[in-house]
C-alpha cells in the first residue's frame, strides 16, 4: 500500500495538475473492504495532492457542480458527495456512506428489517440503498472530463455458527458464536438474531437471541445454561449426560445461488456431560453371596452354585446407564469368569445384581465388580471392588 502510493504520488508529480495521462491505468480510489454486506458502512479513500489547495486548511473535494464526486449504483445515487481532507496538508480525502440495503425480512418473524434510503452529501452523513447483487461505483471528476472510477460490489454472505466448546457441564453455560455480517444491520448499533437450541432429551428447544459483540462486528453470542433438573424455559436447555445439543441459525440473507427470499439450517452441535467426575457417579457396594432362595451364604463349597450379589446406588438427580461387570480370578490371577450385565438406574436408586457362579476346585479366589458407562465406553462410573473368598 505504501509503495503504491508513494509510486502514485511520483506519478501525479511528474504528470503536475493540469496533465492527467487518460491512458496509465491508475485509480487512487480505495475502499476499506473489497466487497461489502447491504448493510455496511463503507469508507473511501481518495488520493488527490492537486486538490490540496491550502496546505493550511482542511480542503474539501466532490460537492461541486463541477468536479462532483458521485457514490452510485444501477438504481440509486448520492450526487456531490463531499469527501474532507484527513490533515491540513496530507492530499488524502476521506467519506463514509453506509448502506442501507432493500426491503427485506432478515431474520424469518414476517417484519422487514431495514430502512432503505438514499440521502445525504457527506462526509460521513450519507445513506445508499443497495441490492443483494448490486455493484458501487465512485466517481471523480478529478480534472475537467477526467473522471476516476471504483467499483466495489455487494453480496450477502452464509453465515457460520459454532459451540465455543465441544464438550460442555451440566449446570455450567454454553456458548455459541454466529458469525453473518448481513446481519449487522445497522452499523452504529448492536444488533440481535435469533438462535434455537434444543438436546436428545428436549427436541422441543428454546429460542434464544444472540447479541452482536460490538456495534460493527457482524459477530454474535449467544449463552444458555444446561441444566438436568429443571426443564427448559428462558435461556436454559433440559439435557442429561450424554446427551447431544444443537445449535441452529437460520439464514435468510443468502449469496447467489440462492435466492432472495432462500433461507439456510445452519447447525452446529457439542457434547453434554455431569460435571461430576465419572468414577463417582455410581456407588459400587461390597459383594455378598447367596444361595439360589436369597439366603445370605455362611460357607462356601466346591461344585455348588451360589449367587454373588452387588449393590449399586445412584445418588444424583438423572438417569445413568451403565454395565455392571463381575470377574473371578484364581489364586494365580487367570481370570477363570467374566460376566455383565447392562442396564439403567433412575435417580437416587438403589439396586442389587447378581450372578451366579459355581467354583470348580477349592482355592482361594478373588472377585472383582466395577461399573462401566457401556461395553463400548469404558470409563468406570465407581471404583473397582476386590472380595476374596475360599473354597474348602
Ligand atoms: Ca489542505
Ligand atoms: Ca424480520
Ligand atoms: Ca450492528
Ligand atoms: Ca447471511
Known sequence: MLQF?????????AFGQNAPNYNEPYSPIFTDKPVYSWTDKMKITIISPSWNSDRHQIDSIGETNEHPIKISTSEHSLD?????????????????????????????DGDFDTTPRTIGNGPTSGF???????????????ADAVVLVESVPVRWNVGTIN????????????????????????????????IQFFSDSDVAGIEVNAIETSENSGSFIATILLSQNSHSSGNRLYSLPGDEIF????????????S??????????????????????????QITFSDGLGNVLQSFSQNSQMQIVGTI?????????????????????VVESISWIQGEISSQQSQDISQSWIPKKSGIYEIETFVWRSINDPTALSPLMSTLITIP
Request: hydrophobic fraction near 40%; glycine fraction near 2%.
Open 5 to 13: 502510493l508513494l509510486f502514485f504520488l511520483i506519478l501525479l508529480s
Open 80 to 108: 456531490q458527495y463531499r469527501f474532507t481532507e484527513t490533515d491540513v496538508n496530507s492530499g488524502i480525502f476521506t467519506a463514509e456512506v453506509t448502506l442501507t440495503g432493500f426491503t427485506h425480512d432478515a431474520d424469518g
Open 260 to 285: 432472495k427470499s432462500d433461507n439456510l439450517a445452519i447447525e452446529t452441535t457439542a457434547r453434554i456431560d455431569s460435571s461430576i467426575p465419572p468414577i463417582e457417579r455410581i456407588k459400587n457396594s
Open 313 to 333: 446406588l445412584n445418588e444424583y438427580d438423572f438417569k445413568q446407564k451403565f454395565v455392571y461387570m463381575f470377574q473371578v480370578k484364581n489364586d494365580k490371577h
Open 247 to 258: 445449535a441452529k441459525y437460520d439464514d435468510h440473507t443468502l449469496p447467489k445461488p440462492y
Open 163 to 194: 459451540f465455543i466448546e465441544d464438550l460442555f457441564f451440566l449446570e455450567k453455560s454454553a456458548m455459541v458464536r454466529v458469525i453473518d455480517v448481513d446481519m449487522n444491520l445497522n452499523p452504529e448499533a448492536i444488533d440481535h438474531l435469533p
Open 128 to 142: 445508499l440503498e443497495v441490492d443483494r447483487d448490486s455493484a458501487i461505483t465512485i466517481s471523480f471528476e478529478f
